[in-house]
């Protein structure tokens, strides 16, 4: 169980709190990169409970700044991209993306001090279509994390969205690492034999109360749903977590199931999903017999979003959402799927913000089939207090650790142990993207 501090704990981020400090070891993925044109508009960032602006200079550096202006506290978001800095539309200041000060020109030029003020600015980076910032204390910030999904050049073979979450990143991420809900919330509606003949998901709908191997690992933790599959096979279903906030869920075919996805805090109640997939990966069972999509199961990307606003909150908010009862159709629910909802990542989206913005963990009652999560908390909230003592969090100096994790499923023989049945999976199933080649380069 989860105690109501240890809950607080896990879930308050913002500067100063240990999982605000713990987070910010980390580089953060913050805005995609075409959200920001060269000498466009600034864009608001809530990032980790901090107000920041995001713009992009005249030569394409990207800056990620305190959003006061250091002169006297005006927001730089009302800021003027001017080809080489951001102008406060106040009095004129000028700052560049690392937070220089460039020009104060309403200070008479023999009284001006811009060498000696300079706006809060974080680093970035920008890669494969994903700015990357640095919000912690070292001067020289860490390595870049290196998972597969996120190092994919060609854009025709990525698949990168965001998606904002009304709830606090704990019990959004923890969607992600709860394989069993995938029966119900997902699949409720339909039985096993109705769905796509072959498909290896079809042992997941025939026995909905699976067994689970769960461990810690050098980036997080990591589960295994195990049922029997066919006469002498286990059927696996692998899933990780990964610090500071990331996941691969087990809901696709394990060798070329390459997909990361962050749940970044923006703030306490607030969390920014960011999706990394490779499109050529097997995608899990969605299909019924007849090849229709399994009900409630369609594709609703790229349809699925409101227009993105100016405010702190505005960015990649769904057109279902709370105030719409996330388009639930009754009629549905009552003869096709079991919510009534559209879409997998809307279902989701709907029942972890129908918990409030942060779940009371006093409240809870675990289950077996909450192992992963259980484990997952206590393995964040030991790192956490080793970080508090001075130790690097893990991932953090050795980013390459990241590769070990890959989720998905397949069957193997019933006579291998889970750990190895993982181990033999992942020696033929490395890099099918060739993605980290080309990084090697
Ligand atoms: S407050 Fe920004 S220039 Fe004065
Ligand atoms: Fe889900």
């Known amino acids: 169980m989860t105690t109501q501090a240890e809950g607080h704990l896990l879930t308050r981020i913002g500067p100063g709190t240990p999982m605000g400090k713990f987070m910010r070891e980390y580089w953060i993925p913050a805005v995609l990169s075409s959200e920001l044109t060269a000498n466009g508009p600034p864009v608001r960032l809530m990032l980790l409970g901090e107000q920041l602006i995001a713009f992009r200079d005249s030569k394409g550096h990207v800056g990620v700044l305190d959003h006061r202006c250091p002169h006297r506290g005006a927001s730089l978001f009302f800021g003027r991209n001017d080809k080489d800095g951001l102008r406060c539309a106040y009095h004129g200041w000028k700052f560049d993306f690392a ?3 460039l020009d104060m020109p309403n200070v008479p030029k023999h009284q001006a001090f811009s060498h000696r003020v300079a706006a809060k600015a974080y680093p970035t980076a920008e890669r494969y279509g994903l700015i990357w910032t640095y919000m912690g204390e070292r001067k020289e910030p860490p390595p870049l994390p290196v998972f597969e999904s996120v190092m994919i050049a060609d854009d025709s073979e990525r698949n990168l969205f965001m998606v904002q979450r009304q709830c606090s990143y704990l019990q959004a991420l923890e969607g992600d690492i709860d394989t069993s809900h995938l029966g119900f ?3 409720g509606g339909v039985e096993a034999e109705d769905t796509e003949p072959g498909h290896l998901g079809r042992y997941a709908l025939s026995n909905r109360a699976p067994e689970y191997h769960v461990a810690d690992t050098d980036w997080g933790t990591m589960y295994s749903a195990y049922r ?5 096979e286990i059927y696996w279903r692998f899933a990780h977590f990964m610090f500071p906030f990331w996941t691969i869920p087990p809901d696709g075919a394990f060798r070329d199931h390459v997909v990361a996805r962050a749940w970044v ?14 499109k050529k990966n097997a ?9 229709s999509p399994i009900p409630g ?6 349809h699925m979003y409101r227009p993105n606003d100016a405010g702190w909150f505005g960015r990649w908010r769904l057109k279902a959402n709370k105030d719409n009862d996330y388009l639930m159709d009754r009629d549905q629910q009552m003869h096709n799927s079991y919510t009534g909802i559209e ?10 913000e129908s ?3 942060i779940v009371d963990h006093g409240l809870e009652n675990l289950a077996i089939s909450d192992l992963m999560i259980s484990r997952t908390r206590r393995r964040m909230l030991r790192a956490m207090q080793a970080h508090g003592e001075g130790i690097v969090p893990p991932g953090v100096d050795n980013p390459e650790t990241y590769q070990g994790a890959r989720g998905g499923d397949f069957a193997s023989s019933a006579s291998l142990d889970w750990l190895r049945a993982y181990s033999d999976e992942m020696r033929v199933s490395k890099n099918p993207t060739g993605a980290l080649r080309i990084a090697a380069e």
């Open 228 to 232: 029997p599959g066919a006469p002498g």
């Open 283 to 291: 995608p899990g069972l969605r299909k019924m017999k007849d090849g």
């Open 99 to 101: 937070g220089n000060c």
């Open 297 to 302: 199961m369609g594709p609703v990307l790229p």
């Open 343 to 352: 879409g997998v990542h809307v279902q989701d989206q709907a029942i972890t």
């Open 355 to 357: 918990m409030g913005p």
């Open 185 to 187: 919330l997902h699949m």
């Open 265 to 278: 805090p923006m703030d306490d109640n607030h969390t920014m999903f960011v999706h990394a997939a490779w």
